[in-house]
């Protein structure tokens, strides 16, 4: 594995290249054509959007008796078998901060350069201001920039690796991630119980209460060839669920659907919740990480916040015992998400080739 110390070529911010008012794109940013937006998305998928799912009278837990015939939870369950992808509503976290915390990050990503080098990050930890994904010298680079943060474990908050600009960010992070977390635990129980286990099953097979969790704050800028380019490659989510907070007036994530692309509608105040990789491994491919991938446009910036709820880092994830059996044996060896992680770190966004790879490994 190649060195994670330093970039191997000299940082260019995607949103400084969209605002010198460029009117082509450089070639670094330009896809093979089989790569390319138009190319695989039709018409007619337009129609079909992700579920949408309303959490509200939902309680799993200590509040209350569901079970398997929960209409919610069936609707869970088969939005996790068949698209890897939902949307929620009336899932508990505060609307309002959720706009607010947007913004937010919108202010943050529009302070002058000098305010956000001041966190650039290395692929050492990708902690902070970012503008790549991967260490491959030469690669062909998306059309975005990123911050990128830790709230959990315990041990790796560390609030000066926030931004302090605007001045409520930091607070807003902390609340926010306190919510996010909240509801993702609410919905790893959920799913826990779409597989016929206990409740407390999959955070228990994350390794218990201080996981892993981040946020991974997305600016698309104007791109003047959005034909050309993506803004976030093809790829799975390496860790275990994500929670997305979308821009919501601007569309640009599509979801892999067979051999086409759904651009999926954001609906106000809601969170796209999708499967990543060590879900996909830990349940046996029960639960599968699907590929999505975000396209830009040249009308229109795009901000969204993708929060990753993440095993702990240092425990081997493998496919849960009781979710083995002759007919259906282990998919997958077991691997700590810190060596997992590693590849999309080197390589960069790649589909879904590293899960697959893990696979046919065997
Ligand atoms: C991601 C991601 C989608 C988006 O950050 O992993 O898939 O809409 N983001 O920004
Ligand atoms: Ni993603």
């Not at 286990?197 to 999959?202: G, T």
Request: glycine share 6%.
């Amino acid at each position: 594995m190649k060195s994670l110390q330093s970039w191997p070529e000299p940082v260019v911010r995607v949103q400084a290249l969209s605002e010198s008012g460029i009117r082509a794109i450089p070639d670094r940013y330009v896809k093979p054509p089989s790569d390319r937006p138009s190319v695989v998305s039709s018409p007619m998928v337009k129609e079909v959007n992700i579920p949408v799912i309303d959490l509200k009278g939902l309680f799993v837990g200590a509040n209350g008796p569901s079970g398997p015939d929960d209409p919610t939870l069936r609707q869970i369950n088969e939005a996790c078998r068949d698209w890897g992808f939902f949307q929620v509503v009336n899932h508990g976290v505060d609307p309002k901060l959720m706009r607010m915390m947007r913004e937010s990050w919108r202010e943050f990503f529009h302070l002058p350069l000098e305010a956000k080098q001041r966190y650039a990050n290395s692929p050492c930890t990708y902690e902070g201001y970012g503008s790549r994904l991967g260490v491959e010298k030469g690669a062909v680079l998306d059309w975005s920039d990123y911050y990128f943060l830790h709230y959990m474990p315990q041990c790796l908050r560390n609030h000066e690796k926030w931004p302090d600009l605007p001045p409520s960010c930091r607070e807003q992070i902390a609340e926010y991630s306190k919510q996010v977390v909240e509801l993702s635990g609410r919905l790893m129980k959920m799913l826990s119980l779409n597989l016929g286990l206990p409740e407390d099953f999959l955070q228990r097979g994350f390794g218990g209460e201080d996981i892993g969790a981040c946020l991974r704050v997305n600016f698309y800028p104007k791109c003047p060839q959005p034909d050309l380019t993506l803004g976030l490659s093809s790829h799975s989510d390496p860790g275990g669920l994500t929670l997305l907070l979308p821009d919501e007036n601007v569309p640009g994530l599509q979801v892999r659907r067979d051999e086409s692309w759904v651009t999926v509608n954001p609906i106000s105040d809601a969170f796209i919740v999708n499967i990543g990789d060590q879900m996909q491994v830990l349940s046996n491919a029960i639960y599968k990480s699907v590929e999505h991938r975000v396209i830009v446009n040249s009308a229109k910036e795009r901000v969204s916040l993708a929060f990753f709820y993440n095993p702990k880092s240092d425990i081997p994830i493998a496919p849960a015992s009781e979710l083995v059996t002759e007919d259906r044996p282990a998919l997958y060896p077991a691997m700590t998400f810190d060596e997992y992680r590693l590849y999309i770190r080197t390589k960069g966004p790649r589909g879904k080739s590293q899960v697959e790879s893990l696979k046919s490994a065997r």
